[in-house]
């Protein structure tokens, strides 16, 4: 059985990526926003305001990426695989920003989709945790 104390530490960790991922999943959404009206015409600044979201959301993958690490290291006992690799390449956000067209935006607002459909995978599993630390209490 469990030390509680390692359970405390681990659900503290579940609870650090959790609000983690709900910070990424915030920027993704305005950045969805951002790249709807970029779709619609926005134009060159709609694009760098979107993209500051994009990049606000990866800078705080990197801290998701610690916390998920910290939390295996507390969750010996269970075998975790989560997936951090999310995000935009350097080169579609230069094609977006240069080539800014319909086809380029669309591409865009493809991945922060497919990027906030892998963060609700990730929250999910990370709340699978938090219950299985609970009922371990």
């Known amino acids: 059985m469990p030390d509680i104390k390692e359970i405390n530490e681990a659900r503290e960790a579940a609870r650090?990526?959790?609000h983690l991922?709900?910070?990424v999943e915030k920027r993704l959404r305005s950045a969805r926003n951002?790249?709807?009206y970029?779709?619609?015409g926005g134009g060159f600044f709609s694009s760098l305001i979107k993209h500051s979201k994009v990049d606000q959301a990866e800078s705080l993958l990197r801290d998701v990426?610690?916390?998920l690490y910290r939390l295996q290291k507390e969750l010996k006992?269970?075998?975790l695989?989560?997936?951090t690799s999310v995000g935009i390449?350097?080169?579609e956000k230069f094609l977006d920003i240069a080539f800014d067209n319909i086809l380029s935006d669309w591409f865009t607002q493809s991945r922060i989709n497919e990027s906030l459909q892998e963060v609700s995978r990730l929250k999910s599993d990370v709340q699978g945790v938090i219950y299985t630390l609970d009922k371990l209490k």
């Open 89 to 91: 390449t350097e080169f």
């Open 65 to 67: 990426q610690n916390s």
């Open 16 to 18: 650090e990526a959790l």
């Open 21 to 23: 991922l709900c910070e």
């Open 38 to 40: 970029d779709i619609l």
């Open 81 to 83: 695989s989560l997936n």
């Open 34 to 36: 951002w790249g709807i």
């Open 77 to 79: 006992d269970i075998d």
